[in-house]
């Protein structure tokens, strides 16, 4: 269920999100489709057990009739009935299964030529159905359970005092006074609830063996040990069952998935609306813009000379080696090769001379180191009249300006 709700936001928030995000100079197209969730196949009510939960402690007493070989020599044979006692602990995995391990002390008092005695302990695993839970649903309160079982265990037998014994050890000249057999067991359970902790129950069992089971082999090739016990379970923790049902909350899914598919098609119409006031909407007129023409910009590079001087220094013959490389990289521009002065040393008429030197020197480096074609070059003085720079030092230079 939880799947099921995260999906239904999911899609009632990604429906939202794409109404905030259309654009409006964009056509939108929605695929509507409808959310549903389907039938659950299976809307059984499902149970889980902790591992924790429905642990029990059992303490009974009662009776046991041996069904074993029954006969006198003399008078007549009957039966005997002992005193039997019980201790149990288990688990209810489910509200219809459970098991337990059930232990059984006793005496057994048969005839058997004579008078026979011997005592037993039985350990049996017995796996429990509970036929109320099963057949009339899951109730942890119920009055009065009746619970079928069966099991499988093991039974020690010892102190057998019998004149009928014929069972003999592996010397083959005594008489076995003990046995191991291993039994198949069947019985009922009553239940009665005293509290949510404390039951009372009531159980017969029937063990069946071999014919050994009391050192005698004769007659029947089974015997039977019939008990009958009455004590207490004690619940530990109580009886607990944790419910769940796929089902149980399908109509709050129904209903989000109806306010899901009324979004979408609002959604939809939405976008409808949109297309078609957008089909309306005139196209704007585009005006054609002449763009001026730029006078060519000077070329990055330029060369610096020192105050008074057109003396090409070390430091920028890179400047004149970098514009010579570009050159050579781009045959098909030209190069006009501008110098200047600044305004602050010297006449005007000295600052021309020094600024044509200047640009000469540059010429002279570019042709003759660096073997660039005279035709691609040209040179022009500016003196100190014009200043390519708001800093006065820095107009002593020579700039690069590119041409066709």
């Known amino acids: 269920m ?8 999911f899609a009632a928030c990604a429906g939202m999100f794409a109404v905030q995000s259309a654009n409006a100079q964009d056509a939108i197209v929605v695929e509507e489709e409808s959310v549903t969730v389907g039938e659950v196949a299976n809307c059984k009510t499902n149970y889980s057990v902790g591992r924790t939960d429905n642990w029990f402690i059992q303490l009974g007493a009662g009776i046991a009739v041996p069904l074993v070989e029954n006969r006198l020599d003399e008078g007549k044979a009957k039966r005997h009935i002992t005193a039997t006692y019980n201790l149990g602990f288990g688990k209810w995995f489910s509200p219809y299964i459970g098991f337990r391990f059930s232990g059984y002390y006793g005496a057994m008092h048969w005839d058997n030529d004579s008078y026979s005695k011997a005592r037993y302990g039985n350990l049996n695993f017995d796996l429990m159905w509970d036929m109320c839970n099963s057949l009339g649903g899951v109730d942890a309160a119920r009055p009065v359970s009746v619970i079928p079982f069966v099991g499988l265990g093991g039974t020690y037998v010892w102190d057998i005092k019998s004149d009928g014994t014929n069972v003999m050890n592996d010397d083959g000249t005594t008489v076995r006074r003990r046995s191991w057999t291993l039994p198949v067991s069947a019985g009922i359970q009553f ?181 660039i074609d005279k035709s691609r070059l040209a040179i022009e003085a500016e003196g100190s009249s014009e200043q390519v720079y708001d800093v006065n030092n820095w107009n002593r230079i020579v700039i690069f300006v590119p041409g066709n």
């Not at 799947?3 to 936001?9: A, G, Q, R």
């Not at 049902?245 to 129904?254: Q, R, V």
């Not at 010579?324 to 602050?344: F, H, Q, S, T």
């Open 191 to 371: 239940r009665f609830r005293l509290c949510q902790y404390v039951d009372f129950f009531l159980e017969g069992r029937a063990s069946f063996y071999g014919d050994n089971f009391n050192g005698a082999v004769y007659g029947h090739p089974v015997d039977i040990n019939i008990q009958a016990t009455g004590g207490l379970s004690f619940n530990l923790g109580g009886v607990k069952y944790q419910a769940y049902n796929a089902c149980k909350d399908m109509a709050y899914i129904n209903s989000l998935n109806g306010q899901v598919n009324a979004l979408r098609g609002e959604l939809a119409a939405t976008a409808t609306a949109l297309a078609a006031a957008q089909a309306q909407l005139p196209c704007p007129e585009v005006v054609e813009v002449d763009c001026p023409e730029v006078d060519a910009a000077p070329m990055m590079s330029t060369v610096r000379f020192s105050i008074n001087s057109s003396k090409i220094s070390d430091e920028e013959m890179v400047n004149v080696y970098n514009t010579a490389e570009y050159l050579k990289a781009n045959p098909g521009v030209n190069v006009l090769i501008k110098g200047y002065a600044d305004k602050d040393t010297g006449t005007s008429e000295y600052n021309m001379g020094l600024s044509k030197k200047r640009a000469q020197a540059v010429y002279d480096t570019l042709t003759k180191t660096y073997g």
């Open 2 to 9: 939880k799947k099921n709700l995260c999906f239904v936001m």
